[in-house]
């Protein structure tokens, strides 16, 4: 049993904490019943703003500043954290709204309360009896020369150009791109998983062998695939800006991106996220009108 569901309505107290606190949940997508996706999953970090009976109002979530629609009537997937312990739930969103809010009109996203909740049995399960995440593994390099970056963004930059034309002519024959291509200068590479995704970076959960990296380098080259909806890796440069080490004895890792080398490179990682979720969120509508 992956995880057991809350017999107490002690979870409704945790949501009103997080909220006192400033503090945020995640959310994703869900995905079809019984049909894992192939780590193409995404978690938005979206602070709670305020609980009511019925519903959660919930920042917009953003990926580097810009705004991630999620249309009414979406099902999603919630998780909330305290301390050693995660719950998920699946919700439903009920639109992107203006709602009265810390003394002024704020853009909020309505979420349904959830009737209950699942407390996962380990730290790092994303998985309940109803649903199950599949996050994004990462690969790391320690970036050796910042400058080195530019070609290799620059050829990424054209495979997913390459890769967006050919969906919109319906062709899905892509021109393959070596992975030796799309290397700046970098050191050895170590895997990771991409556990959430904020409004400037993404959260890594990473092994204690792998930690030392951190110590030694002050900039990496991250990448990870967001299939089946988007086929290029997502790369970019990242450099970590806080960390702990969680009741799992793993590193949660924050990082934001940095895209001084090559500012027009940012667009291009905020359409590849983009189109993902649109993907998913399409995909979701298909499978309810056919069921």
């Known amino acids: 049993m992956p995880a057991h569901r809350s017999r107490t309505t002690g979870w409704r107290r945790c949501l009103e904490q997080i909220c006192q606190r400033n503090g945020s949940i995640e959310i994703a997508i869900e995905g079809p019943e019984g049909d894992a996706p192939g780590g193409g999953d995404l978690l938005f ?3 709670v703003l305020h609980v009511a009976k019925g519903e959660l109002w919930l920042e917009p979530p953003t990926a580097l500043g810009e705004a991630i629609e999620i249309e009414s009537g979406m099902r999603l997937v919630g998780i909330m954290a305290i301390g050693q312990n995660r719950w998920m739930f699946r919700t439903t969103c009920a639109g992107a709204t203006s709602r ?15 009737h209950e909740v699942e407390r996962c049995q380990r730290r790092r399960d994303y998985r309940i009896n109803t649903s199950e995440l599949a996050l994004p593994d990462v690969t790391v ?11 290799a963004e620059r050829v990424n930059e054209a495979e997913f150009l390459r890769e967006r034309d050919a969906m919109e002519s319906a062709s899905m024959r892509l021109p393959s791109v ?7 200068d ?7 998983r991409l556990v959430n995704l904020g409004g400037g970076g993404i959260g890594l959960n990473i092994s204690m062998d792998d930690a030392g990296a ?29 960390s ?37 969120q399409k995909r979701q509508l298909a499978r309810r009108r056919s069921a």
Request: glycine content about 6%.
């Open 45 to 47: 970090r979206s602070r």
């Open 100 to 114: 009265s809010c810390g003394g002024g009109m704020t853009p909020v996203l309505v979420v349904e309360m959830p």
């Open 141 to 151: 390099w320690p970036l050796l020369d910042a400058d080195s970056v530019v070609l």
């Open 178 to 184: 070596n992975d030796e291509d799309l290397l700046p």
């Open 186 to 192: 970098v050191g050895p590479s170590f895997s990771t």
């Open 214 to 242: 951190f110590n030694r380098a002050r900039a990496f080259w991250v990448r990870f695939e967001l299939p089946p909806h988007v086929l290029t890796p997502v790369c970019a440069t990242a450099r970590m800006v806080h």
């Open 244 to 280: 702990h080490i969680q009741s799992d004895k793993r590193m949660y890792a924050g990082m934001t991106f940095d895209f001084s080398h090559n500012p027009s490179h940012k667009r291009f990682v905020v359409q590849q996220i983009v189109r993902a979720i649109a993907g998913q």
